[in-house]
C-alpha cells in the first residue's frame, strides 16, 4: 500500500460522510489505464473538435457514466449538452504580405505555418484586409496599472504587431510580477483588437513568453480553429489575426529600419508610445466555414440530503485534442494521451470510485467532461454561460487537465484557489492525505488562464485546476522538471504524445483521491465563496 492510502485508512477526516473513505480507496490506477489507452488510440484520431473521433470519446464517456450507476444530467435529461460551433478551416491559398515602405520592392518574403500562422475570426470564406503596421508593445491596456501600449494611437484600420505575454516585473503588484496574467494572454490581445476596431493583429512569438515552441503554435493555429457563434450586439469580427516567429520578425523590423531588441526594451518602460512602422500589411485568409456542433459530457451523483442535494460540485476535464494535423516522422494523429485523455480517465475513475462508494455527499457531485478546450475554452464557457444547474447553486469546480503518469508525487498544485475560499478545503485535504501544496512552479506560463477552470471562474463560481506536483517519490530533486521539460520540448501538442506501456498511473490514481477529498469537503460544509 502506498503512504497515500495508508495514511488515508489510518486518519480518516471524522467531519467527511462514511462514503468519503470507501470513494478514494477505491479508486483504481488500471481502470484509468484502460481509459487512456481507448481515448488516446488512433481509432479516436485525435479527438479533433466536431470530428469522429470526438464524438466517439463523448460515446465512450457517457457509456462509462452510466456503467457506474450514474444519472444523465445534460440537456432534456440526456448525457449530452450541445455546444454550438462555427469552425473555419485556413486554405494553403491564405497569405500574409508585408511590404516595407508601403512598396512591392520591399515586400517581407513568408512562409505560412513556417514564418507566420493566419486566421480569421469572421464568418466568411474569403477576407481581405489591409493597413499600416503599427508596433504597439504589448497590446495591452490595463487601467489599474495605469497602463496603455495605445496612447496617441487611432488603432481603427491599423494592423497591430504586438509581443506576448506582459511586460516584465518582479513586483507581483505589477502585472503579477514573474506570474503570466490574463493581459498577457493571446486571447486577450485580440479580443482588445477587436474591440479597438484594428485591421488585424499579429503576435511576436518567442518561447519563453508564450510558454511553448513554435511547433506548438503552428499545429494549433495552422489550420482548424473552431469558436462559438457571436453573440448579439458583440463588435464587427477582427479580420484576420495571426502569429510571427521571433526570426520573421526582426527580418521584419530590419527591413522597417527598427530592431526587435530595442523596440521591446522600450515596450517595457511606462512612458512607451506606438511606433508605426513605414509598412504595409495584407492578408488574405481562404477559409471553409461551417457550423456545427461539439458536446459536453455531464453526469450526476445525487447527494444523501434531500434539502442540499439540488447544490452540486462539478469535476471537469477536457476529452478533446487537436485531430489530424501536420505530420512528424510520418505521423499526423495528434493522440493527446497526457493533454487530456489522462484527466478525462481519472474524471471517469473518481466518478466510478464515487458512485461506488454507497453513502451519498450531502450535495450533488456533477462530474463532466467538456469539448473543444483546444480550441479557446469553448465547451467549458458554454457550460459556464448555460449551466446545467443554476450556477449559484454550483459551489465549486475541480478541473483536471493533465495528470501524472510516472508515478506517484509528494506534491500538488491548485491554481486558482487563493482567489475564493476553497483553499481552505486544499488545506484540510493536505492535512488528511499528507501532501504538500506546492505554488505554480512555472507561474509565468499562465497555465490557470488556460485551461477549463478559468471559464467557470469568470462567472464567480469558485474553480481551481488540480495537478500534480513535480516532486516524485523515489526520484532524485529536479527529476520531475527534467521531465516536464521533456514533454513540452517533444510531445505536448505533437503526435508523440502517445500512451505508452511503462507509465505508472498511481500519480493518476492519486489526483483522483484529493479531487474527491475537495469534492466531499465542499459538499458537506458548503459553499466556498
Known amino acids: ?134 508596433f504597439c508593445g504589448y497590446g495591452i491596456q490595463a487601467p489599474e496599472h495605469s ?50 476596431g484594428a485591421a488585424g493583429v499579429l503576435i511576436v512569438h518567442d518561447t519563453d513568453g508564450a510558454g511553448y515552441g513554435w511547433d506548438v503554435v503552428r499545429n494549433s493555429w495552422g489550420s482548424e480553429r473552431s469558436a462559438l457563434p457571436r453573440r448579439t450586439g458583440a463588435p464587427p469580427a477582427l479580420p484576420f489575426q495571426g502569429w510571427l516567429t521571433e526570426p520573421a520578425a526582426k527580418r521584419l523590423l530590419e527591413k522597417c529600419g527598427q530592431d526587435l531588441g530595442a523596440l521591446r526594451a522600450a515596450a517595457a518602460e511606462r512612458g512607451f508610445r506606438p511606433v508605426a512602422l513605414g509598412a504595409v500589411v495584407r492578408a488574405r485568409v481562404a477559409q471553409e466555414v461551417r457550423r456545427g456542433d461539439g458536446r459536453n459530457v455531464i453526469a450526476r451523483l445525487a447527494g444523501g440530503d434531500p434539502k442540499l442535494r439540488e447544490e452540486a460540485v462539478l469535476f471537469t476535464a477536457h476529452h478533446d485534442h487537436l485531430g489530424i494535423g501536420i505530420a512528424e516522422d510520418g505521423d499526423s494523429i495528434y ?106 512552479p512555472h507561474p509565468e506560463k499562465g497555465f490557470y488562464f488556460r485551461s477549463d477552470q478559468f471559464s467557470f471562474a469568470k462567472v464567480g463560481i469558485p474553480a481551481l485546476k488540480l495537478g500534480n506536483g513535480l516532486r516524485y517519490r523515489g526520484r532524485p530533486e529536479g527529476w520531475g522538471e527534467e521531465r516536464f521539460q521533456e514533454y513540452v520540448k517533444l510531445r505536448y501538442h505533437r503526435p508523440k504524445d502517445e500512451p505508452r506501456a511503462d507509465w505508472n498511473l498511481a500519480g493518476s490514481a492519486q489526483l483522483a483521491r484529493v479531487a474527491l477529498y475537495l469534492g466531499y469537503s465542499v459538499a458537506e460544509r458548503g459553499d466556498p465563496r
Open 1 to 134: 500500500m502506498s503512504p497515500f492510502l495508508l495514511l488515508l485508512v489510518l486518519a480518516a477526516p471524522e467531519d467527511l460522510p462514511p462514503a468519503a473513505g470507501p470513494a478514494l480507496q477505491g479508486v483504481d490506477p488500471e481502470r484509468i489505464r484502460a481509459h487512456i489507452e481507448f481515448l488516446a488510440s488512433d481509432l479516436l484520431e485525435g479527438r479533433g473538435t466536431g470530428a469522429r473521433g470526438s464524438a466517439i470519446a463523448e460515446a465512450y464517456v457517457a457509456a462509462a457514466f452510466g456503467a457506474a450507476g450514474l444519472e444523465p444530467a445534460g440537456t432534456g435529461g440526456s448525457w449530452f449538452q450541445r455546444v454550438p460551433l462555427v469552425t473555419a478551416v485556413t486554405k494553403p491559398e491564405s497569405a500574409l504580405r508585408i511590404s516595407a515602405g508601403g512598396g512591392d520592392g520591399g515586400e517581407l518574403e513568408l512562409r505560412r505555418n513556417e514564418d507566420y500562422v493566419l486566421e480569421s475570426a469572421a464568418e466568411s470564406f474569403v477576407i481581405e484586409a489591409s493597413g499600416d503596421l503599427v
Open 335 to 440: 493522440n493527446g494521451a497526457v493533454d487530456n485523455a489522462s484527466g478525462a480517465a481519472t474524471l471517469l475513475e473518481l466518478a466510478r470510485a464515487a458512485a461506488a462508494a454507497g453513502t451519498r455527499p450531502a450535495r450533488s457531485f456533477l462530474f463532466s467532461t467538456v469539448c473543444a478546450e483546444e480550441q479557446g475554452l469553448l465547451g467549458s464557457l458554454f457550460m459556464a454561460q448555460n449551466p446545467p444547474i443554476p450556477a449559484a447553486k454550483l459551489l465549486a469546480n475541480v478541473n483536471m487537465d493533465g495528470t501524472a503518469v510516472l508515478g506517484e508525487t509528494e506534491d500538488f498544485t491548485f491554481l486558482g484557489a487563493e482567489r475564493s475560499k476553497l483553499g481552505t478545503h486544499v488545506e484540510r485535504a493536505a492535512k488528511a492525505l499528507g501532501f504538500r501544496a506546492s505554488p505554480d
Open 147 to 196: 497602463w496603455d501600449d495605445f496612447q496617441g494611437l487611432n488603432p481603427k484600420g491599423k494592423v497591430l504587431l504586438v509581443l506576448v505575454n506582459d511586460p516584465p516585473s518582479d513586483d507581483p503588484a505589477w502585472f503579477g510580477g514573474k506570474a503570466l496574467t490574463y493581459y498577457g494572454r493571446w486571447t486577450f490581445k485580440y479580443e482588445l483588437g477587436e474591440r479597438l
